[in-house]
């Protein structure tokens, strides 16, 4: 016995079409960020004594860079891609206990796997900042002045936002 697509009904080729339409986005995303991203430098003086987690540079031992959400980790090699250089996370995915000993929002992002706060060494930040704001991926942007990291996060933008949601001196 053969199955011929007209033996379906109207439902699966609903859900057949949607779910190769999606297999083809990801694909696109996949293929246009990742390439970029694995040609992006890791290395001079900026990354001396840093350390990996999970293929991210981390500035110290506390950073978790192995939860973060597939969007996030998209829009990190969109960044890095860009910019020809390997992101240094300060912060990424943090316990709720983590969160409230270092003094972070009750419903942060980082304990949603949602969030990183990172810099690029040698890119000024005032670049990582200008490219953050007009990048779709990037739902909240906290620009921190007196530090040498960006907070960036893949909330969903609220409804008329045309640009990330902004805090912290951006």
Not at 113 to 142: E, Q, T, W
């Amino acid at each position: 016995m053969s199955v011929v697509w007209d033996d379906f009904n109207p439902d699966t080729e609903v859900v057949l079409m949607r779910l190769l339409s999606s297999l083809i986005v990801m694909v696109g995303l996949l293929g246009a960020c990742a390439p970029m991203a694995m040609f992006a430098s890791g290395s001079g003086s900026g990354y001396n004594g840093l350390r990996t987690d999970w293929g991210t540079f981390v500035s110290h031992d506390n950073v978790n860079a192995f939860c973060l959400s597939p969007k996030l980790r998209l829009l990190i090699w969109d960044v890095e891609g860009h910019f020809g250089k390997k992101v240094v996370m300060n912060s990424g995915y943090r316990t709720p206990w983590h969160n409230a000993s270092v003094g972070g929002a009750e419903a942060s992002y980082h304990t949603k796997c949602m969030a990183a706060d990172f810099y690029i060494p040698g890119v000024p930040k005032s670049r990582i900042i200008a490219y953050a704001r007009n990048n779709g991926l990037v739902g909240g942007l906290g620009c921190y002045p007196g530090q040498n990291f960006v907070h960036v996060d893949v909330r969903d933008r609220p409804r008329g936002y045309r640009g990330p949601v902004t805090f912290s001196g951006c």
